[in-house]
């Protein structure tokens, strides 16, 4: 079983401001996460994954996020807002079943970033 | 270019009809999902497939239908019988035994 739990549903920001968005997951295998982010209207474009390799992952438009095992969190941070981070953003888990067998990708809620000038 | 694609991009159906949303991609993956958005539920599964002519249902199938006849192809039908099928209906992808899922643009669905 798995879940994901984002805190916050709403996060509002200064522009040039520190954006953290935060994400609780419960895996009874080891976790691959994802965080996705999603424009109005659009599809989800993937932000960064985590794959058991190092702990910080770095993705797109200047966002990272750090996996803590012994938290179970996977935050995302971005050191200074822009204007165009305003988007919904969603974290995600898949269990590693291993193989070539099916793990169900779990979505939380999604948290709606706001940047104000 | 290589990419997922759906259409329409925006879908209007009047109570009591079907409708079937198109999914596309050219990326050789093996498997496609069905996902359906609602404000502030995140996203849900619907129907998934990992090889042609093979698909297993998601946590929501009731009102829905897929098929999957060609591996770049996995139209979904939304029937009569779904009871609230007003959503963004978004569509991903991916290699089998791959965790990364690729979306597509989405269809919005408004019901009459």
């Known amino acids: 079983a798995q879940s994901v739990t984002q805190l916050g549903s709403h996060v509002s920001v200064s522009e040039g401001a520190l954006v953290l968005l935060r994400c609780n997951y419960s895996?009874?295998?080891?976790?691959?996460l994802f965080w996705y982010v999603q424009y109005p209207n659009q599809g989800l474009q993937l932000l960064l994954k985590y794959t058991s390799a190092a702990t910080l992952v770095k993705g797109i438009n200047g966002f990272e996020a750090e996996f803590k095992k012994s938290e179970t969190s996977f935050h995302l941070t971005k050191p200074s807002a822009h204007m165009s981070d305003a988007a919904e953003y969603f974290c995600a888990v898949i269990g590693d079943a291993g193989g070539t067998s099916y793990g169900k990708l779990t979505f939380g809620q999604g948290t709606i970033l706001t940047v104000h000038p | 270019d290589g990419g997922i694609t759906q259409s329409p991009k925006y879908l209007f159906r009047k109570e009591g009809q079907n409708v079937t949303l198109s999914c596309e991609q050219n990326?050789?993956?093996?498997?496609m999902y069905w996902y359906r958005q609602d404000p502030g539920q995140g996203l849900r599964l619907i129907y998934y497939s990992q090889i042609v002519n093979d698909f297993q249902k998601g946590d929501i199938a009731e009102g829905y239908s897929v098929s999957r006849e060609k591996k770049e192809s996995f139209p979904l039908t939304v029937t009569s019988a779904q009871k609230n099928p007003t959503a963004f209906y978004l569509c991903?992808?991916?290699?089998?035994?791959?965790?990364?899922?690729?979306f597509g643009p989405g269809t919005r669905l408004t019901v009459l």
């Open positions: 990326l050789n993956h093996d498997a």
């Open positions: 991903a992808s991916t290699y089998r035994g791959e965790r990364t899922q690729y």
């Open positions: 895996s009874s295998v080891p976790p691959y």
